[in-house]
């Protein structure tokens, strides 16, 4: 009788250990969504697919995180179900953050709030083209009423957010603030484009939290935000796009375009020799893309902002097997979270262990 109480006491404490560590992993057990603390594989999809087969691979894979699009704000997609969405993926057997991807720093011709006619200049915090070549895409004077009341007012973008189910938001073009239209705007308007920046992420936080308080806010990009309290009080983690490889905004190429490994590599010969011709000649036609920045200033940065609490996730734009292995080991071997996938962000990926 002792040795059975002996066994069943081992097997009650195996049992204990096995649920710990799920839920350690993100996979609670009770249905509810992990915590970003736990978050350790994480999903980012800006495609749209309305049909099953991606949402069940989503729903049924192993991640425990997944940036995507809204796609309520989208012209064309206004109608779809996307609460539906939300709650399978965090019903799923491994429960998920789901977080909304918004450009908060620029206009896109395919949301709802877009009008026709509309360029720039008109209206007038319309300011640029985007530098990088994206198509439809226009750099934004953020700390204008008539934007900020597209993403705040009644029946704007983060009310649709929240209302939805999101757990949270993923901003892209935080770094809005060092280009250099934006720069000149600013001063035009007699503003800090930084600190116009850091109080517009503060208000679309504030505005979420005032009715969920544990709603997530990634800044994605503009690591050395890090710097500023009240930046780091306001977000809960940074993810950081090609930290060691790029693509092409068109996806062509979709991704394996190395960037210079140190500052001493930026510019020589022996970087640009390394590049495929698609790779050379995306460095050539962008002279300020992150081909001509390193990846030892962006770990410097963002080293230092996990150094602050700041959980980091980066994001590599690369399809070859052994440059997705590499992306994963220095990531992790950093304490860093790593994705890797094409550089349009429309596919599947299963998750890399």
Known sequence: MKGLFIMIQKIILLMGLMVGFLISCGDD??????DLKNVEQWFYYLGFDPTEEIH???EQSSYHMVVMEPIFNESNNADFPIADIVERYHSAKVPKLVLAYVDIGQAEEWRTYWRDGWKVGDPEWIIANDPDGWEGNYPVAYWHDDWREIWLGENGIMQGIVDVGFDGIYLDWVEAYSDENVITAAAAAGVDPEQEMVWWVEDLANFAREQ???FVVIGQNAAELASN???VATIDAIAQEQTWFDGAADNNPS???PLPATEADIETQAYLESLSAECLELHNNFPDSTLHMSSEEYVKDLSAAKARGLKIFTVDYTVQETNI???????RSLGFVPFASERALSIFVDPVN
């Not at 057990?29 to 992990?34: K, L």
């Not at 292995?325 to 990531?331: I, L, M």
């Open 29 to 34: 057990p009770s249905g509810g969504t992990p």
């Open 56 to 58: 069940a691979q989503i």
């Open 212 to 214: 969920n308080p544990d």
């Open 229 to 231: 309290d009240d930046y």
């Open 255 to 257: 991704g394996d375009c």
């Open 325 to 331: 292995q590499q992306v994963y080991a220095t990531s």
